[in-house]
């Protein structure tokens, strides 16, 4: 096993019964978003995507965080109010391409890629 990948078990965060589950809540939350944004024909065109991975170990989320900037996303690190329970990795992508069908990509991609760390996509947000 390679330090990036994770053997799953009972005490995985991201189960793998559930990661289906996650991944669909995913894809559709990424098609409504953007659908509502071509609705409104915003005159703003958002300079930044931000998304998020959290998991129950600071060593998967630093991991994690190492692949991103491998593929060139700009990253930070953080953790919720208890720090000893949930890590955070936040990245961000300038000039985001919005096609419903490379988001749609994108999103099962990230959603797979925090899995094989387990760690949980947990979405993303436009930045203007």
Do not use: R
């Amino acid at each position: 096993m390679t330090k990036s990948e994770f053997n799953y078990g009972k005490n995985s965060f991201v189960k793998p019964a559930e990661f289906a589950l996650i991944k669909n809540k995913q894809i559709q939350e990424t098609t409504s978003t953007l659908e509502e944004y071509f609705k409104k024909k915003a005159e703003d065109i958002p300079s930044k995507l931000q998304y998020y991975f959290f998991s129950d170990s600071n060593e998967k989320i630093v991991t994690l965080g190492n692949v991103l900037l491998q593929m060139k996303n700009h990253i930070s690190f953080d953790a919720t109010e208890d720090s000893t329970s949930l890590f955070v990795v936040i990245g961000e992508i300038d000039n985001p391409n919005l096609s419903i069908a490379f988001m749609i990509e994108w999103t099962n991609n990230m959603c797979e890629l925090g899995f094989k760390h387990d760690c949980e996509f947990g979405g993303w947000e436009l930045i203007y």
